[in-house]
């Protein structure tokens, strides 16, 4: 069976102390993995688009690995601002559905 | 260029009524997915619609429907509305076409609270 999940389940930093959030799969055939962050009561917001093994994606303080069977979302010297829940999802075929994870909830502490 | 937009963005409903949702995509965007999210399930797809027609289909029983328009609007109706319901139900639109599936863009989301 398809599936996503992600660990840990919550994270609680200091700020500028550095981190990896993780998100396993177990999908044949992986089209893409997308990153997502979200805000308490709005909708995810889009971070990036993982293809294949190896691929790497930055954006400000965040870089987004992929490996076959997983795929890291490093977080370096975090800000209050970047507290949110991230969420990993994934896509077996370009024309089926989008399988999200459960979601990490990072807190960063000033 | 606007993001997805979603109305109403709150809804107090009662046990056995109907309710339908709204919202709009991205300019241009084609495919239009619903999701539910609560905090024991997390996000739970719905359905997909592109260029008027489903493409894809979660879990859900019937009582779960919806349509997108030819301007690829879309809506969503939940009949005989049950506690359970109580969700903040989202849309993404996404530019996939014929080259296939690309990222999801969310709306804010519409909150639905069912007494």
């Known amino acids: 069976e398809d599936q996503v999940t992600q660990s840990p389940e919550a994270l609680r930093l200091q700020e ?8 396993s799969y ?17 909708g995810p917001e889009f971070l990036f688009t993982l293809y294949s093994a190896g691929e790497e994606k930055e ?33 077996k075929t370009s024309y089926d559905k989008v399988i999200f994870g459960p979601g990490t909830s990072l807190s960063v502490i000033p | 260029k606007a993001g997805v937009t979603q109305t109403p963005r709150y809804l107090i409903k009662t046990r056995g009524q109907q309710v339908t949702l709204s919202c709009s995509p ?16 997390g996000l739970q797809f719905l359905f997909e619609y592109f260029s ?3 493409r894809n289909k ?18 969503m109706n939940v009949s005989t509305l049950e506690l359970g319901d109580s969700a903040l139900y989202l849309c993404a639109s996404s ?17 639905l609270t069912v007494l």
Request: overall charge positive.
């Open chain 1, 59 to 91: 954006k400000e303080r965040l870089k987004a690995t992929l490996t076959k069977k997983e795929s890291f979302l490093h977080i370096t010297a975090p800000k209050p601002e970047d507290s949110a829940t991230y969420l990993c999802a994934v896509l």
């Open chain 2, 95 to 111: 530019g996939a076409g014929t080259s296939g599936y690309n990222e999801q863009f969310f709306g804010p989301g519409t909150r």
């Open chain 2, 52 to 54: 008027e027609t489903q």
């Open chain 2, 26 to 41: 991205i300019s241009g965007h084609r495919s239009v997915s619903w999701y539910q999210q609560t905090p024991g399930q």
């Open chain 1, 16 to 23: 500028g102390e550095s981190s990896s959030l993780n998100c």
């Open chain 2, 58 to 75: 979660g879990n859900f029983p019937g009582r779960f429907s919806g349509r997108q328009f030819s301007n690829s609007r879309s809506e």
């Open chain 1, 26 to 42: 177990t999908v044949s055939g992986l089209r893409g993995l997308f990153w997502y962050r979200q805000d308490p009561g709005k």
